[in-house]
């Protein structure tokens, strides 16, 4: 029995000094898996705010992840050839700056999460998960035959996108920016979590009736949630376009929307560590899965199963043993 | 555009739609009776496509693999009902949801490691090979058009089924009420076991259908199992009908976009870009057809709420 509090920062403290030891002993791969594992972590806290705290269980997140890593692909790409994006009726050229690139990702996240959102809101329950599935298919689908970046093949960056005073090709360094946007996410989710806003949320997940009773617009309330979700999925996508130098529609397919999902169901629904915990397993999983059998998957699929059907909570839900419904 | 092309892509269209209901119709019934949401199965059609291409390989028959693809399917269905999905009915869906996700890597790597990453191919039997020539002088796949009759056949066999024998009285009893048919002595582990198998069967069917147009690969029942979802979304959950009704739309409207948008944008655009861009929106339609017809009819154009 560990109090979460400790159990989150115990968290926060791994995910960091793993990376700081590898970088002492001179294993770059690791700090990678680490900044992965980071990202991931960060697409996954956003997924959390919908499905752990609203109950909104969204199977289309791949749409705002993928939306996010385009953003920085058409951008960066458009950068590379110096051609501009758009030149009427106002010159829009391409950027490889990180923030400027991590704006519009958010922002074309949450309107794509708005207009989702605003359809499949109007639906609950099974149609509402099978709703956001079928959305989400559809950027996969437009991706796939839409040849001006890419198509099918994605689309491939040369050179890292730059941060004002930082070396984002040193990997120590780009942890550090993942890092530090993971925990500023993590630190703004608690607040929002625990602010009215937060509550009205829980409270209408937990007893939906009752909220519209005392007056909760639980459209709105659902609405704006899922639109801060979309919006912090798409960031972790632009910043996983960076780590790989590549965006291709796998970011949009729906195995990326099931994972996103794994990541908080390992690490425990609606718990705020829960995504880290879950993607660092997660991670660590694939990599030492990886290592043993090429049909990795296999015990992926196995274990996934066994968290679901016997250990429910997760990693951090198990640990700190303190009751959070999910149920909906 | 020629009116021959055109019933052509109709027919086409018709043969899509009936395979889709194949799969959306098992999903549908499984929903219904239990509850439960499936995602493994798409891979219980891609079990049906590997049980008849082996089956073909192996005896050259058709009907036998067409035959093995049924059982095959309806044996697997069985065996994660009883070991799997029947822990998960009282679960809420995110459980379904997850616990059915990990069936699919399961199932997807398990073929992946039986029969290799490359694809199998199923031939269309001799009888059933060429084309004939329907009234109006057109000439279509026989193929296709038996596919066509069996969904439809099926269809009817599984209205039939539903509202007229005892099984069907029960399926229809334990949407209902659950613990009443239960009181009533229906042995309801057995029944959800049997509606499972039932759908897992006609996925399979689908599947092994398929697998004579197109190649059978691991990963093959995912891009089926989400038009299927589409389909039930605007059809209505648990409805047989409206699974009908939508598969048949999202076949028309999938197969016609395909070929008629890039011909529409072609008329006022050069040709290339009329295709990239009639191509892409094609790959929408259906998703803005479903977005349709939620704006009007959250619940599906045959469901209840």
């Known amino acids: 029995m560990i109090r979460e509090r400790y159990l989150n920062l115990l968290i926060g403290a791994l995910l960091l000094i793993v990376p700081l030891v590898a970088l002492q002993l001179d294993e770059p791969f690791i700090i990678t898996l680490a900044t992965k594992a980071a990202i991931l972590a960060l697409a996954g806290v956003g997924l959390n705010l919908a499905l752990g705290q609203g109950g909104l269980v969204s ?37 490889n700056l990180m923030p400027v690139i991590w704006l519009v990702a958010i ?80 630190f703004l989710v608690n607040r929002l979590n625990k602010s009215p806003f937060g509550l009205a949320l829980n409270g209408a997940h937990q007893n939906e009736e009752r909220a519209l009773t005392v007056g909760i617009n639980v459209y709105r309330l659902r ?30 397919s729906w195995h990326t929307s099931g994972e996103i999902m794994v990541f908080i169901i390992l690490g425990g629904v609606a718990r705020l560590f829960g995504p880290v915990a879950g993607a660092a397993v997660y991670i660590l999983l694939e990599h030492m899965l990886g290592g043993i059998s090429e049909y990795w998957q296999i015990y992926l699929g196995l274990i996934l199963l066994f968290v679901v059907l016997f250990a429910k909570g997760g990693i951090v839900g198990g640990l700190a043993r303190r009751e959070v419904r999910h149920d909906g | 555009m020629s009116s021959i092309l055109i019933i ?66 309806a044996l697997f269905g069985a065996l994660i009902e009883l070991t799997v999905i029947r822990r998960l009915y009282a679960r809420d869906h995110l459980d379904q949801v997850l616990a059915t996700f990990a069936l699919i890597l399961i199932f997807s790597e398990a073929t ?84 499972f198998a039932l759908g897992a069967a006609l996925a399979g069917l ?3 259908l398929v697998g004579a147009i197109q190649s059978v690969e691991v990963g093959m029942g995912e891009p089926v199992l989400i038009l299927a979802f589409v389909v039930i979304v605007i059809g209505g959950i648990g409805s047989i009908k409206g699974a009908l009704a939508g598969a048949i739309l999202v076949g028309l409207t ?52």
């Open chain 1, 59 to 95: 199977f289309g997140h791949a749409a705002y992840f993928g939306i996010g890593g385009y953003a920085m692909g058409i951008l960066a790409s458009h950068a590379q050839d110096y051609a501009p994006l758009m030149e009427a009726p106002f010159l829009i050229e391409g950027t």
């Open chain 1, 107 to 186: 922002v074309a996240s949450a309107l794509a999460a708005l207009l989702i959102g605003a359809l499949s809101l109007r639906t609950s329950g099974v149609y509402f998960i099978m709703v956001t599935l079928a959305f989400g298919q559809m950027f996969y689908y437009f991706t796939i035959s839409w040849p001006a970046y890419g198509g099918e093949d994605g689309l491939s960056i040369y050179v890292r996108n730059q941060f004002p005073g930082v070396n984002t090709l040193d990997p120590i360094q780009f942890f550090g920016i993942c890092f530090v946007v993971l925990m500023a996410v993590l």
């Open chain 1, 223 to 252: 609405l704006v949630a899922f639109v801060i979700s979309g919006a912090i999925t798409g960031l972790a996508g632009a910043l996983f376009a960076d780590l790989n130098r590549f965006v291709s529609p796998t970011m949009f």
């Open chain 2, 8 to 73: 052509e892509q109709i027919l086409n269209g018709l043969q899509f739609g009936v395979m889709l209901f194949l799969m959306a119709a098992g999903l549908t019934l499984i929903f219904g009776v239990m509850g439960l949401i499936n995602l493994a199965h798409g891979s219980l059609y891609m079990v049906g496509a590997f049980a008849a291409a082996a089956v073909a390989g192996w005896t050259g028959s058709f009907l036998l693999a067409l035959a093995a693809s049924l059982a095959a399917a």
């Open chain 2, 112 to 195: 992946r490691w039986v029969f290799g990453s490359f694809p199998l191919f199923l031939n269309i039997p001799e009888a059933l090979s060429g084309t004939l020539t329907l009234p109006g002088g057109i000439e279509y796949s026989r193929y296709r058009l038996t596919i066509i009759l069996i969904g439809l056949a099926v269809a009817v066999g599984l209205f039939l089924l539903i509202s007229k024998t005892r099984v069907g009285m029960r399926i229809r009893a334990g949407e209902n009420d659950r613990e009443m048919i239960g009181a009533l002595g229906v042995d309801i582990s057995v029944l959800y076991t049997l509606v």
């Open chain 2, 206 to 208: 689908s599947g092994a």
């Open chain 2, 254 to 305: 999938d197969t016609l976009g395909r070929t008629m948008l890039p011909w529409a944008f072609a008329v006022f655009m050069d040709p290339a870009a009329a295709s990239s861009v009639g191509s892409a929106l094609a790959s929408m339609l259906i998703y803005i057809l479903m977005a349709g017809v939620l704006l009007f009819k959250p619940t599906g154009l045959f469901g209840s709420a």
